[in-house]
């Protein structure tokens, strides 16, 4: 049976890298799906996919539209059994101008709702020796909030949990009460540690059966990549590609050997980052 791969947001940038970069090591009897909520731009990425060895296919998906999320990993249940990779990589940008208040709404419904979507819809299909894979920051690690916020993040139990803590915060950003309760002003470091958190968190429930079957579930930091979404926000001097950044990921997806320091923590070129 061949593998199955599937990348979020992987019509440029990163996403694509991994996807190209899937589509080489894996062999003809293996598929990649490479997805967006784009379909013109979908489809060009897959014009520009070069060297496939594995049946790189396209698919239209919002991380954003739960049924459209549910109904996908039902498909790929159908046709395929389940999954053995998913590169959870989709990031919906902002720009340096944008009212945090005016863009929070969509910001959290993509980049932290839509990966409880995927923690979700396809941790249940992912097959022995699967890989899974939240594309994330090493700003997702607690010691970049104050402290006063990390209980709420320590006594997260479930998915549920992290949603309740994402969506709150993402009514005081709204609501102009962010900064009195002590949220950092760039939204992204809230959004990256409500991220790595959900990871943590799924994955103390699953951990023994996981590790039992080869599994790898775990958050990942790419490292500073030059891309349209980092651009306005950092001095890109030094930077990684994105080809040059997918090369960790992909070692860590494709590796066939399980370390168990690594499931549910954050990592960085195959490093742990300590959370707290």
């Not at 396809?122 to 690690?141: E, I, N």
């Not at 549910?264 to 959370?275: A, I, Q, T």
């Amino acid at each position: 049976m061949g593998r199955i791969a599937l990348v979020t947001g992987a019509n440029q940038g990163l996403g694509f890298a991994l996807v190209e970069g899937l589509a080489r090591e894996l062999g003809p009897d293996d598929v990649v799906y490479l997805t967006g909520r784009d379909d013109r731009r979908v489809a060009a990425a897959r014009d520009r996919v070069s060297g496939a060895r594995a049946d790189v296919r396209t698919h239209l998906l919002d991380v954003r539209d739960g049924a459209a999320v549910t109904a996908f990993a039902e498909r790929l249940r159908a046709e395929h059994g389940g999954v053995d990779i998913v590169l959870s990589n989709h990031y919906l940008r902002t720009v340096p101008e944008d009212v945090p208040a005016d863009v929070i709404g969509a910001y959290v419904d993509a980049n932290n709702l839509g990966t409880t979507r995927m923690l979700r819809a396809f941790l249940p299909l992912l097959r022995p020796r699967g890989r899974f894979v939240v594309v994330a920051s090493s700003l997702g690690r607690l010691r970049e909030l104050p402290v006063a916020l990390h209980a709420r993040f320590e006594q997260a139990a479930t998915l549920d949990d992290i949603d309740a803590i994402t969506v709150a915060w993402r009514d005081a950003v709204i609501d102009g009460r962010a900064r009195d309760e002590g949220w950092p002003e760039f939204i992204n470091i809230a959004s990256k540690v409500a991220q790595v958190a959900a990871v943590r968190v799924v994955a103390r429930g699953r951990r023994a059966d996981d590790l039992a079957k080869d599994r790898l579930v775990v958050a990942a930091c790419p490292g500073m990549i030059d891309t349209a979404s980092s651009r306005p926000w950092f001095d890109m001097t030094g930077a990684q590609s994105a080809p040059e950044a997918a090369v960790a990921l992909l070692r860590l997806v494709l590796d066939p050997e399980t370390d168990p320091a690594r499931y549910g923590e954050l990592v960085r070129f195959g490093k742990v980052l300590r959370w707290p």
